[in-house]
């Protein structure tokens, strides 16, 4: 008996055609994190449990409820990444490289998160994320915002709004606590439970709720940014100032508090701001979120190392792209050799294999049969030309070719090309065209 089965809840199967805009974001990301000084690095999917309760944070949303944690046939618990800064921050103090003055990585790849799922929400979702570590200095804080801000802008997201904030130092953080207590306290009895719930554990937490109800409360909150040492508060002027400079404008945004335990100082998003209505990705416009973290390196026993990353959702860029219409060029195959069955197909199929180990874009039929049919298949793949390869072209040493783009009759719809020049003629073809190259 044969079962059918469907790709668990909120994981997503990534196929043809929208596939293209995923290798288009990693392709471009490659390049453009290359030329910024940044290298790729690809830690494991899975890690130990602790490191993410001590990184993320026990009582955050991710860690208490929204982590894959198992235990393997040793009895360990282990954890699928729900992102990808902890195991990062794990991989450069385990292989000592935290030891290096400076050092700028990226990652790209799947993490997961038990979450309830809509629009730009799932369970297995893919991050583009970067991390520098080593310099405090506002300049590095700017370089990352601007490395963000020019992928976004490279990949053709202009519509997005640079949302800013300063969470200050660890010790800034008590008496903060302490007024942002005292100023929702009074208010617990009427809270839902999941918000009594939050004050509870995570007050700061309360800042970026969903409840309208609260959002009054929210409003009239003691701001962060009151509780600022010099130090800290020095920093985020210079932060802005510098932002200023390169002409990236931000809003100030002081409840943007993100939710993980581990920001110190500077937190920024980018959110899509459509120009009507709420767009493709509905309440979840964030594409990008980042922070500094100065202090995890050494909490997860390194040396005191400042640090500061950012990542991206790279399925809601996807789905993006595709509400602004911004799909790559689809690829099409440049020609499709349509093969006579017996003896010549050995011929046309060895043909075909040395223009595909040239890097040509040559299609056909393996099935062979009917010249109509293989037609057909050549339409259904979009081929730019084709021609078959029979008993008169072997003997003649040359191919009718058709261009399939133009109407019948049109003046050039067939050029005779001999077999010993159709490299050379596929290749001016495809520079004409503009074809792509393979990435
Ligand atoms: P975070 O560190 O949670 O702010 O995540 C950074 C970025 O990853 C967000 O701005 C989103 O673009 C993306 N992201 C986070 N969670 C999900 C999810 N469940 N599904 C899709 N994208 C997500």
């Known amino acids: 008996m044969s079962v059918k089965f469907a790709a668990v809840k909120g994981m997503n199967d990534l196929l043809p055609p929208q596939i293209e805009t995923w290798q288009f974001l990693e392709h471009t990301a490659r390049q453009l994190f290359g030329v910024w000084g940044y290298s790729e690095v690809r830690t494991p999917i899975v890690e130990d449990t602790a490191l993410f309760v001590r990184s993320v944070g026990e009582v955050t949303d991710i860690v208490s ?15 699928l990444r729900p992102e990808n800064t902890a195991p990062a921050v794990r991989a450069l103090i385990e292989h ?24 730009g929400r799932y369970r297995q979702f893919y991050q583009l994320g970067a991390e520098a570590y080593g310099a405090a200095d506002a300049a590095q804080d700017v370089e990352l915002i601007a490395l963000a801000h020019s992928f976004l802008a490279a990949v053709g997201v202009k519509q997005v709004t640079l949302h800013l904030n300063s969470l200050g130092d660890p010790a800034d953080r008590p008496r903060y606590l302490e007024a942002l207590t005292a100023h929702f306290a009074p208010h617990v009895g009427a809270f839902s439970d999941a918000a009594r719930d939050t004050f509870e554990r995570n007050v700061m ?13 929210v409003e009239s909150a003691p701001r962060l940014g009151d509780f600022l040492s010099d130090a800290a508060r020095a920093h985020f002027g210079e932060v802005q100032a510098l932002l200023g400079a390169l002409k990236i404008p931000f809003v100030l945004d002081p409840t943007l508090v993100r939710g993980l335990d581990y920001y110190t100082r500077t937190t920024f998003e980018f959110v899509y701001q459509p120009v009507e209505g709420e767009g493709a990705l509905g309440t979840a416009g964030t594409v990008c979120g980042g922070g500094r973290y100065d202090v995890l390196v050494h909490q997860l026993g390194g040396p005191e190392k400042p640090a500061i990353g950012f990542a991206m959702g790279l399925d809601r860029l996807v789905l993006l792209l595709d509400d602004l219409g911004k799909r790559p060029a689809e690829r099409r195959p440049l020609l499709f050799l349509a093969t006579m069955d017996g003896a010549l197909k050995s011929q046309a199929v060895t043909l075909i294999t040395a223009l595909r180990q040239q890097g040509h874009q040559v299609d056909f039929d393996p099935r062979g049969g009917k010249i109509k049919r ?7 793949v979009k081929a730019r030309f084709f021609a078959v390869y029979g008993e ?29 020049a ?18």
């Open 422 to 439: 159709l490299s050379q003629w596929l290749v001016n073809v495809a520079a004409s065209l503009a074809v792509r190259p393979s990435p």
């Open 374 to 380: 293989q037609i057909e298949r050549a339409a259904a």
């Open 205 to 217: 937490r309360l800042l970026d709720t969903k409840e309208e109800a609260l959002r009054p409360l």
């Open 65 to 79: 409820k929204e982590m894959y944690t198992f235990d393997d046939k040793a009895g360990r618990s282990l954890s």
């Open 392 to 420: 008169a072209e072997h003997q003649r040493g040359s191919l009718t070719v058709k261009n399939l783009d133009l109407p019948d009759g049109a003046p050039d719809k067939e050029v005779t090309v001999p077999l010993d």
């Open 96 to 119: 000592g490289l935290a030891q290096q003055p400076l050092t700028r990585w990226f990652y790209l790849g799947p993490m997961f998160r038990y979450e309830r799922m809509k629009t």
